[in-house]
């Protein structure tokens, strides 16, 4: 299995760097191995606090993983050829995922790319009255699984997110095994019980 991270000018760096660990986590505690893929419309990419992150695949190629995840930020809110190209991206292949992740405001992106239909949402405490303004369900759970898309809400939600993602792939007691390793304060139960969930199949 492999993961996608999309990122973009002004991506929120936890955003992205927590699923990034808790996904690549997986290569340290079992023996299967899984892909970490960094998508990104250019080859570098300044994050909100300036970490430079390199992406590993453009966005026109044409193989692509099993899961993607989207991240906010800043640049969820301000327009740029970046931008635009990201959400041209999701419009052409995110029909095709298994499953998509979106921590905080990345949220907007799918919503902006018409990846958002008829599903239960959720997003950064700050924008959820926004999103429901566009016509959607919002809930304000810190995680909700609507069929194939799993929307958090801000910044540290999406470690959450993601150790929900493993519980629900690989078992309760591999994302257990994750949190332990990373000395992370709430157990997969916990997590678990924090979820939202309308339509856990596809």
Known sequence: ?????????KVEELDIIGPYEIFGKLNDVSEKRYGLHILAPSE???????????????LDQETHGNMLVVPGGKGVRESSRERTAVIEYIQRVHASYDLILTVCTGTFLLEEAGALKDKTCTTHSNY???????????????????????TSTGVTSGIDASLYV?????GKSLAQTIIERIEYPFPIDHIIEMAYIIQADR
């Open 166 to 170: 493993v519980a629900m792939l690989f």
């Open 44 to 58: 570098i990419t300044f994050c909100n606090h300036g970490l430079p992150l390199y992406r590993t695949r453009s």
């Open 1 to 9: 299995m492999d993961f996608d991270f999309l990122i973009f000018p």
């Open 128 to 150: 959820q009255d926004l999103l429901r303004k566009k016509g959607y369900t919002v809930v304000p759970h810190r995680i909700v699984h609507h069929g194939t898309l799993i």
